[in-house]
C-alpha cells in the first residue's frame, strides 16, 4: 500500500507549525508521533494511497480528537485534519 510507511508532517495550527510523524502500519494501526509523545490512531480505515482516521492530540488547552483525511502521492502526502477550530489542510513527506 502507498499510504503505509512513516511521514514527516508540516501542520499550520494556533500553537504555530508543527510538525509531528506520521505511522502508518500494514497490520492497520499507526500512530501520530511528537516531542510530547504518541497519540494512537483511532477508527483508522486504510485505502492503497489514502487513509482516515482520529487521534487524541494533547495541547496546551487539553487533549483533543482532530480528525485526519490524508492521500499519498508518491513521496508526497497531502490532507486535511478536522479540530474544534475547523478543517485545515496539511502537507507532508515520506520519512521511511
Keep these: 500500500m ?3 510507511g512513516i511521514w514527516k508532517l508540516t501542520l499550520h495550527t494556533p ?6 510523524s506520521l505511522r502508518i502500519n500494514t497490520d492497520g494501526t499507526g500512530g501520530l508521533i511528537s516531542l510530547i509523545g504518541e497519540a494512537p490512531l483511532h477508527d483508522l480505515q486504510v485505502t492503497e494511497d489514502s487513509a482516515e482516521f482520529t487521534a487524541h492530540v494533547p495541547t496546551p488547552m487539553g487533549s483533543f480528537a482532530i480528525g ?3 492521500k499519498a502521492d508518491g513521496d508526497a502526502l497531502a490532507g486535511t485534519f ?5 478543517a485545515t489542510e496539511f502537507s507532508g513527506q515520506r520519512e521511511a
Design 68 to 70: 485526519f483525511s490524508v
Design 2 to 4: 502507498a499510504i503505509v
Design 82 to 86: 478536522t479540530s474544534p477550530l475547523g
Design 15 to 20: 500553537f504555530g507549525v508543527q510538525t509531528p
